[in-house]
């Protein structure tokens, strides 16, 4: 069974920055892609960033030009930064490695941003 465990999130003003982390149980570059979604309350879970074993990222279009997502293979993680960060940004935000067709989902961190 894998494991996601994320870290990183907090408490932000709007306009600041983070760092979110994502550590995998297992080799990262054995999943399709390694992506971030984030859920707010009332709200369905959104993809926000993803990142295929071949490079190829995909942006929501809602943080295109503020958001980046890395992975550094040796540690099995993934990383997403977040700057310019909107009161709109705030949710909790889960790491998810797609498995081909099979999907493991990390517990979530909250990011909060104040106006």
């Known amino acids: 069974q894998v494991q996601l465990v994320e870290s990183g999130g907090g408490l932000v003003q709007a306009g600041g920055s983070l760092r979110l982390s994502c550590t995998a149980s297992s080799d990262i570059f054995s999943f399709h892609s390694m992506d971030w979604y984030r859920q707010a309350p009332g709200r369905q879970r959104d993809l926000v960033a993803s990142?295929?074993?071949?490079?190829?990222?995909i942006y929501a279009d809602f943080v295109k030009g503020r958001f980046i997502i890395s992975r550094d293979n040796a540690k099995n993680t993934v990383y997403l930064q977040m700057d310019n960060l909107k009161p709109e940004d705030t949710a909790v935000y889960y790491c998810?490695?797609?498995?081909?067709?099979?999907?493991?989902w990390g517990q979530g961190t909250q990011v909060t941003v104040s106006s």
């Open positions: 998810n490695a797609d498995g081909y067709g099979a999907d493991y």
């Open positions: 990142l295929t074993s071949g490079g190829t990222t």
